[in-house]
């Protein structure tokens, strides 16, 4: 949707032998690193995971903890972020601060930038509110708000031009400036992420940036991602 991407930065190499290995030390009486030749490959250890773990809603989650990934995610609304880094549990952010970098705001009147390459407004088409009042976005009303958005970047760049601080003129701007920021999680805690912000209820912007999430997460640990999609994706279940 949109411009919004969702990149990986890093994350735990072998994440399901992670996971074993931290289940397996918590009822072997050796050390489990003496014994991680024996351990299964990484393929094997997500059938155990989710035949330990995750099946008939076992409740064990702790070793989901060890592994974690880093992602960068970018052009999003600032209530995006605002809504995901509520979630903030086993998930850690840097994001985007607003005080630090103006100059793109400027560099719309400027002629540099794209109004929409700054700021969001969701495109066109039937929306509903949390009522199920029902109601049109057009083109007409989309092109008034954009022109708003115009308006806020040259009232922006006059009081900068004044000498107002940044943090100042910011409370000129539109809610919806697009910010990005990079976010670590653990394997347990992107699924919170997911449950809560993939529902259906979930606003549209935070459910596409669960969408772009989880190709990194299937790719990453398959087979939980397997088991995750099959039994509390979109259903609205929170994780322990």
């Known amino acids: 949707m949109d411009r919004f991407t969702v990149a990986l930065i890093s994350q735990t190499p072998n994440p399901q032998q992670v996971i074993y290995g931290a289940m397996h030390q918590d009822y072997a009486e050796g050390f489990v690193w003496d014994e991680r030749d024996r351990w299964p490959?990484?393929?094997?250890?997500?059938?155990?995971?989710?035949?330990?773990?995750?099946?008939?809603?076992?409740?064990?989650?702790g070793p989901l903890e060890h592994p974690q990934i880093v992602l960068?995610?970018?052009?999003?609304?600032?209530?995006?972020?605002?809504?995901?880094?509520?979630?903030?549990?086993?998930?850690?952010?840097?994001?985007?601060?607003?005080?630090?970098?103006?100059?793109?705001?400027?560099?719309v009147i400027e002629g540099k930038r794209e109004l929409e390459d700054v700021f969001y407004?969701?495109?066109?088409?039937?929306?509903?509110?949390?009522?199920?009042?029902?109601?049109?976005?057009?083109?007409d009303l989309r092109q008034e708000d954009l022109d708003w958005c115009l308006q806020a970047c040259h009232r922006y760049a006059e009081r900068i031009h004044q000498g107002?601080?940044?943090?100042?003129?910011?409370?000129?701007?539109?809610?919806d400036i697009r910010q990005h920021w990079v976010m670590s999680a653990n394997v347990r805690s992107l699924m919170h992420l997911l449950d809560l912000r993939?529902?259906?209820?979930?606003?549209?912007?935070?459910?596409k940036l669960c969408?772009?999430?989880?190709?990194?997460?299937?790719?990453?640990?398959?087979?939980?991602?397997?088991?995750?999609?099959?039994?509390?994706?979109?259903?609205?279940?929170?994780?322990?």
Not at 81 to 103: A, I, L, N, W
Not at 164 to 175: D, M, Q, S, V
């Open 41 to 61: 490959g990484e393929e094997k250890c997500g059938d155990v995971i989710v035949k330990q773990l995750l099946q008939g809603n076992r409740g064990h989650y």
């Open 164 to 175: 107002f601080a940044e943090e100042h003129a910011r409370g000129l701007i539109p809610f």
């Open 72 to 107: 960068n995610c970018g052009w999003f609304p600032h209530s995006t972020m605002q809504q995901v880094r509520t979630h903030r549990v086993g998930v850690s952010f840097d994001v985007q601060s607003f005080r630090y970098t103006g100059q793109r705001i400027l560099d």
């Open 198 to 207: 993939w529902k259906a209820d979930a606003q549209l912007e935070a459910q």
């Open 121 to 139: 407004l969701r495109p066109l088409g039937s929306y509903s509110d949390r009522q199920g009042k029902k109601y049109d976005y057009t083109e």
């Open 211 to 240: 969408e772009q999430i989880w190709p990194h997460f299937q790719a990453w640990v398959p087979a939980i991602a397997a088991w995750y999609e099959a039994n509390r994706l979109k259903k609205a279940r929170l994780s322990p």
